[in-house]
């Protein structure tokens, strides 16, 4: 599997051995581009926590056992898987089939990794409290080195490869116990996309890719829905909300600015884009055969009127989707995996127990 990604060279480091390397762009305490179009990720301290690596283990912890897997499809996943109970072989045989999630992280497509304890700590507890086969969390390509449709890509990728695993067609199921372990619990009949911020506009753009017409056929699996967590949609002009709304030490109006310049293809000029501009990524999917859709807001989010514009476009589009605000002091942008905001505070405990039983029982009425 590729290594996990390591903290930068300093910028002195990097300036001393190539004295022509002129910083570019950046964004403060995030990200550093160069003219050389080398790239220093960094660690904001108030972030630290959340960016620290989770490894995998294969000892049950919660009811969880992780694991990382090298697909042949070119992607590399993370694996949440059930643990395995001792079972007599006749009680294995009968074993009730369970959905599968397919996971996108955020990181507004230029930051983040899947093995952050920031999705890990959200995640691990999600695939008991769904009580799902396995939850597969796709490593995804990073702007503006892989700028769009790279991450789309990817998560193509992934989704064509479990494809595989269900048909016994990777080679990936033979080398590989956890793959096994997936293949042999999951309903792949009832495969969910779900994603974070911009994690959340992944969904869209993975569904719309998987159902435009002479798309690559998915059978034996099928998407029976979609979760949008706070999706990282941006409209062409700033939004009341943007502008408005409190900034939390994940996004702040400079990472919503400068970010997605950075992730779009090369050339673009603004921000009204099918990729990530919720009326555009709406009239692009009309064609589309979307599944149903489930579309967390949250009250203070500074993307909140954009992702409530892509519900409003996407039911004019004609596609089914639900909405589901979540209010209160506090409730912003992926409120849910700020781990000491949800342990320390009950209005924010409160929410998250909300987002996951609105998840809990879309998962389970499709």
Known sequence: MATLPQMAATKEQQEAANPA????????????????????????????PFMEIVRPYEEPRDGVTVHDVATDRGVDVRLYLTAPEEEEPTTMARRRR????????????????????????????LTVELDVAGIVSVVLP???EHRLPAAIDAGHAALLWLRDVASGGSSNVALDPAVERLRSAADFSRVFLIGDSAGGVLVHNVAARAGEAGAEPLDPIRLAGG?????????????????????TPLMTQETVDKFVMLALPVGTTGR????????????????ARLPPMLLMVAEEDMLRDPQVEYGEAMARAGKAVETVLSRGRGIGHVFYLNWFAVESDPVAAARARELVDAVKSFVDSH
């Open 98 to 125: 369970r959905p599968v999630l397919l996971h996108f992280h955020g990181g507004a497509f230029c930051v983040s990794h899947a093995a952050w304890s920031l999705y890990h700590h959200f995640y691990a507890r």
């Open 142 to 144: 990073l702007a503006p």
């Open 21 to 48: 390397r002129v910083l570019v762009e950046s964004v403060t305490n995030w990200i550093r581009v160069y003219s050389d179009d080398s790239v220093d990720r960094l660690c904001p301290p108030e972030a630290a």
């Open 272 to 287: 009204d884009h099918p990729y990530t501009s919720p009326a555009a990524a709406a009239r692009a999917a009309e064609g």
């Open 227 to 247: 979760v949008l967590l706070h999706p990282g949609f941006i409209g062409p002009e700033k939004s009341r909300s943007e502008l408005e709304n409190p900034p």
